[in-house]
């Protein structure tokens, strides 16, 4: 079993940075490819970017690519997210998981473990 925290979310202005992290506890983070999605009101959840096991490969969504950059720290079973340049369509519940596996994944339901959420707020 493996807890998912994340972190980080708030309120920025359009054009702002925020950093997400999300880190792990129980078993450790370093056995799993990690994602981050997000989910606005009204909207499913969506993929956001993508890192495998070893933090040698990433994805991101179209929306965020040269935007956002993912991250990670496997010394502090940590994953993060630097969002560069928001916009008020980034204002979303930001969730990490956690993929039992080397490679990730851009599908939510692939996923085996999930955090609780940060909001991420854009104010235009």
């Known amino acids: 079993q493996v807890q998912l925290v994340e972190s980080g979310g708030g309120l920025v202005q359009a054009g702002g940075s925020l950093r997400l992290s999300c880190t792990a506890s129980?078993?450790?983070?370093?056995?799993?490819?990690m994602g981050w999605f997000r989910q606005a009101p009204g909207k499913e959840r969506e993929f956001v970017a993508a890192?495998?096991?070893?933090?040698?490969?990433?994805s991101y969504a179209d929306s965020v690519r040269g935007r956002f950059t993912i991250s990670r720290d496997n010394t502090k079973n940590t994953v993060y997210l630097q969002m560069n340049s928001l916009k008020p369509e980034d204002t979303a519940i930001y969730y990490c998981?956690?993929?039992?596996?080397?490679?990730?994944?851009?599908?939510?339901?692939?996923?085996?473990?999930w955090g609780q959420g940060t909001q991420v707020t854009v104010s235009s």
């Open positions: 129980g078993r450790t983070s370093s056995s799993y490819a």
């Open positions: 890192i495998s096991r070893s933090g040698g490969s990433t």
């Open positions: 998981g956690g993929r039992f596996a080397n490679v990730f994944s851009i599908y939510s339901h692939e996923y085996n473990y």
